[in-house]
């Protein structure tokens, strides 16, 4: 069984998704396509990038991901295919893949640049190379097609997400709850986190539990594997005033 | 063929969903999984419940519905498994399977508690059981294994709804519809209701009937198999002040 | 493989797309089912009808459309089956395949009205003909019943949605981009168009290229094949103050 993702901010009410399914699926009908979702915000290559992280490890090996967050689709912007802890990405090098290259600094993942135009669709829009590259690349992956077949393998010069050194918040997701980029198996027995300027000293072990009034931040080990800042029914980001990138404390 | 359903409060723009999908087709490759929805409104548990009534039976037996709207995730709920009506059922115990324990009550419906845990996630965290047990647990079921050799037959004690003894409006669907738990079979020849001290008369076989002036409201055979109150290109629910759980009187 | 497409109004957050599905495949438990979009603005029949025309042709041959925007669902409307381009379309005679007929006009498609009851379910509700008429059509489609199986061809009556001669504004994304009737293809070294008393000069190879101010609309060749007008980072909808249907003006 060949299992394609799909992860880009197309959104769902209009064609552009079908139309990707449709083009894998004539290349290769057997192919299990599975949407992770089309709803990232317009252009946040930051947040499909983190949302790529969270949701490929879940999938076996030799998945195939495809990524189309894309604001330079058109331009120089190189199309390419990365290979890493054994499951495959399709996208734009523009830093989508920022997080999976720190995830898998030491498993020597490879990157290749995508210029075997016999494998893009026939015809190939300026406007649209979810459909007319990233698809059809992906479907040939998964017909077999080597990621080394697809182009030259590009050594350095991949591009990435301006990261702090210190600890930041990566992602905020649509609940408001605050995801740092800390993993959780640093700290078992829990830990005190700060962020603009205030200590959150609560820690949880789930979000039911009952502590603590509403509003009063707690840090919690999310599912990603990541520390992340929560709050009773609501949204931790407006309660706090934090906003994705900002840094984050750890106290000792 | 092994159909796994999905029904959550999740939402579609993070993660979520596509961890469950990654889980399932890590466990069993061949599941053919179908959304129902994950757009339950977060945490609401009756939402859920009328929802997966509504969708369940027109899924072949055998099909395999994980149910996942979860306030309780972490804390001591039980997760179960319910087998009911040819189908199997994953979720929390918490009213999420109120009327489907209604709609089987003559077919000897059974439960079990999932304690058999070489059958969750090597890791389960405490925020996310849709990952953790109810998706490998649903694939696991999938691949072949029995109910009962996921944890004690539970017999009596399971979690309902609070449910009136008279008819109610169990669900406002999003068009605004008013949906109540008054069977359409015991009334072919239609039938006036009366709620929030209005007495609603007319009849409609269809919606696009063009009977009366646009806000009226009408009864019409819904497809769910219950009554439903609507109003000509409007939401009923704002035209009579009507809320979920509101009574509703059959009129001779 | 038998791929089955839906398009719908119905949305994502109640049971109806699930319900279709179950219905699919409990009739062909092998269909590949694959949702193009649920999301068409409730009732809009020339929304849906654009972007079946937009996304089907990168389906295979041989695949099945459902496409539900069905407003006079349980009237008079005929249901019907078109065979068109070597792809199947079940949906209502209500202009939902206008475009359709347009684009294969030189290619002989055939209409059948669908009175064949064996093959609808076996309750038809007057409400959800999605669930009761269309899908398990589709479903015995994707089995081998050929269209001619399934009622009367129509010769001609069939219901279009009105179309100007001049070149229009059809369909407005949710981006805000204006898609006209104009086939890209005349055009190969760009063009001028003028809407709504304004000339748009400026003709862009893809979104990204970086000629002109925010705000300034240009010509662009979209992916569904046709014209569109767009601006850099907003709505030319809004900028424009234009409408679908809104006629285009071709500047030599």
Same mark, same amino acid.
């Given at each position: 069984?060949?299992?394609?993702?799909?992860?880009?901010?197309?959104?769902?009410?209009?064609?552009?998704?079908?139309?990707?399914?449709? $083009?894998? *699926?004539?290349?290769?009908?057997?192919?299990?396509?599975?949407?992770?979702?089309?709803?990232?915000?317009?252009?946040?290559?930051?947040?499909?990038? @983190?949302?790529? *992280?969270?949701?490929?490890?879940?999938? /076996?090996?030799?998945?195939?991901?495809?990524? =189309? =967050?894309?604001?330079?689709?058109? !331009?120089?912007?190189? /199309?390419?295919?990365?290979?890493?802890?054994?499951?495959?990405?399709?996208?734009?090098?523009?830093?989508?893949?920022?997080?999976?290259?720190?995830?898998?600094?030491?498993?020597?993942?490879?990157?290749?640049?995508?210029?075997?135009?016999?494998?893009? &669709?026939? !015809? $190939?829009?300026?406007?649209?190379?979810?459909?007319?590259? @990233?698809?059809? $690349?992906?479907?040939?992956?998964?017909?077999?097609?080597? /990621?080394?077949?697809?182009?030259?393998?590009?050594?350095?010069?991949?591009? +990435?997400? /301006? $990261?702090?050194?210190?600890?930041?918040?990566?992602?905020?997701?649509?609940?408001?709850?605050?995801?740092?980029?800390?993993?959780? &198996?640093?700290?078992?027995?829990? =830990? !005190?986190?700060?962020?603009?300027?205030?200590?959150?000293?609560?820690? +949880?072990?789930?979000?039911?539990?009952?502590?603590?009034?509403?509003?009063?931040?707690?840090?919690?080990?999310?599912?990603?594997?990541?520390?992340?800042?929560?709050?009773?029914?609501?949204?931790?980001?407006?309660?706090?005033? =934090?906003? &994705?990138?900002?840094?984050?404390?750890?106290?000792?």
């Amino acid at each position: 069984v060949s299992i394609i993702t799909l992860l880009t901010d197309f959104g769902t009410a209009d064609h552009f998704a079908g139309a990707m399914k449709g $083009v894998i *699926l004539s290349i290769n009908p057997k192919a299990v396509i599975v949407d992770i979702t089309h709803e990232i915000p317009p252009q946040d290559i930051a947040a499909g990038a @983190f949302t790529l *992280l969270a949701a490929h490890s879940n999938f /076996p090996t030799g998945t195939i991901h495809v990524a =189309v =967050v894309d604001p330079g689709v058109g !331009s120089t912007r190189r /199309p390419i295919v990365v290979s890493a802890g054994d499951h495959l990405f399709v996208g734009p090098d523009n830093g989508l893949f920022t997080y999976l290259y720190m995830r898998y600094v030491n498993h020597d993942y490879k990157i290749f640049h995508l210029t075997a135009s016999q494998y893009f &669709r026939e !015809s $190939v829009s300026n406007t649209f190379h979810g459909r007319d590259i @990233f698809a059809p $690349v992906a479907a040939a992956l998964s017909n077999g097609v080597k /990621p080394s077949s697809l182009g030259e393998q590009i050594r350095g010069g991949q591009i +990435r997400l /301006p $990261v702090r050194e210190e600890p930041t918040i990566i992602h905020i997701d649509h609940f408001g709850n605050l995801i740092t980029d800390i993993a959780d &198996r640093a700290f078992p027995k829990g =830990v !005190s986190l700060a962020v603009n300027g205030r200590a959150i000293t609560t820690f +949880r072990r789930f979000y039911g539990e009952a502590i603590g009034a509403a509003d009063e931040p707690f840090v919690i080990a999310g599912s990603a594997g990541l520390l992340e800042i929560a709050v009773n029914g609501g949204s931790a980001a407006r309660v706090l005033g =934090v906003k &994705r990138g900002d840094p984050v404390e750890i106290l000792t």
